[in-house]
Nanobody, 115 residues
Framework: VQLQASGGGLVQAGGSLRLSCAAS????????ISWYRQAPGKQRELVAT???????YYADSVRGRFTISRDSRKNTVYLQMNSLNPEDTAVYYC??????????WGQGTLVTVSS
């Protein structure tokens, strides 16, 4: 599954960023897509998931601050991140929903939150 994450950058604590995940139409219409992140020295973790029908799921650490959404006109999944804190600093990846240990990983996008 080919997905391309973008939109990372440097932001101050309390700020916001929106990440984008571009997909082909076939992938967008048939694959449950998730955002994951890997902080320095930590294991990759699931952050948020959106089903094809639009149901959303969040990790406890981001619920209420992050919003995952999908735009069928652009075949893109977004991750709106608000109230960022330094603990959110990580490389963020989008991928199909699955086992983080067995999925193939592309290039992510780095989010750095300064205190």
């Amino acid at each position: 599954v080919q997905l391309q994450a973008s939109g990372g950058g440097l932001v101050q604590a309390g700020g916001s960023l929106r990440l984008s995940c571009a997909a082909s139409k076939t992938v967008f219409d048939n694959v449950v897509i998730s955002w994951y992140r890997q902080a320095p020295g930590k294991q990759r973790e699931l952050v948020a998931t959106i089903t094809i029908s639009g149901r959303t799921y969040y990790a406890d650490s981001v619920r209420g601050r992050f919003t995952i959404s999908r735009d069928s006109r652009k075949n893109t999944v977004y991750l709106q991140m608000n109230s960022l804190n330094p603990e959110d600093t990580a490389v963020y990846y989008c991928n199909e929903y699955g086992d983080v240990l067995t999925l193939d990983w592309g290039q992510g996008t780095l989010v750095t939150v300064s205190s």
